[in-house]
């Protein structure tokens, strides 16, 4: 059986999950503390880095684009009747959105509103870009799930937990973009993609007392009540 190495709210796991999940393919999953990686893990990762896949012949892959491109390979595609032109613009576009997880990552942990729009700058220029290739299909130019939407899934579900907990909207202005995201969290990859715990875990890193979207109700609140922001929102 395959198997990820994995970190909980890492996106570049949850893209290899799931593209596992999407073709229905069964594997094992273990957590490891990225602040305290253990020496077995270090020898399978040259990089140091998850997510890491094991073959079900025991070889270790590493970096998200080879592993996915592996189990498209090895499985199946998920689109069988593209042509190789077609294949090579959509992995364009995958790349393209696996550029920006850290790109994100970074703005939601933003200390602050003037660094949360700074850091926002190169994430609004991927999500308009994209916006642009949008048609009306549900999924990227195609009326079933492909290896672009699987791309693009950490970003949206992402964005979409954001919204949920602090009203924060990433996606605002983009209205192809917003579609595109409410047709892919239907499907419910979002969910079996990643940990029972993932939500809990996300918010705690990214909507933490040490963040601006964190604060960001509290601040909101306080204003309005004429009170200080620097308490907590308990």
């Not at 924060?168 to 029972?196: C, I, M, N």
């Amino acid at each position: 059986m395959l198997k990820v190495i994995s970190f909980t709210i890492c996106p570049f796991v949850q893209r290899v999950t799931a593209l596992l999940e999407a073709k229905g393919l069964p594997y094992e999953i273990e957590y490891i503390s990225l602040k305290d990686k253990p020496q077995w893990f270090l020898d399978l990762s040259p990089n140091g880095q998850v997510p890491v896949l094991i073959t079900e012949s025991g070889q270790a892959l590493f970096e998200s684009d080879a592993i996915v491109e592996y189990i498209d390979d090895a499985y199946g595609p998920l689109n069988p009747s593209l042509t190789p032109e077609q294949k090579a613009v959509n992995r364009a576009w995958s790349y393209l959105a696996a550029k920006h997880y850290l790109v994100q990552c970074s703005a939601q942990r933003s200390g602050d509103e003037v660094t949360l729009n700074e850091r926002s700058v190169k994430l609004e220029k991927a999500f308009s870009t994209i916006e642009k290739a949008l048609d009306d299909a549900h999924f990227f130019n195609t009326g079933e799930v492909g290896m672009v939407d699987i791309a693009w899934l950490p970003l949206l579900h992402r964005a979409a937990l954001i919204e949920k907990h602090e009203g924060y909207d990433f996606l605002a202005g983009y209205p192809k973009l917003k579609r595109w995201q409410q047709h892919l969290l239907f499907t419910g990859l979002a969910e079996k993609s990643v940990a029972a715990d993932f939500e809990g875990a996300f918010t705690d890193f990214y909507l933490s007392e040490q963040t601006f979207l964190g604060n960001r109700n509290c601040q909101v609140s306080a204003s309005a009540d004429n009170a200080s922001t620097t308490g907590s929102c308990c």
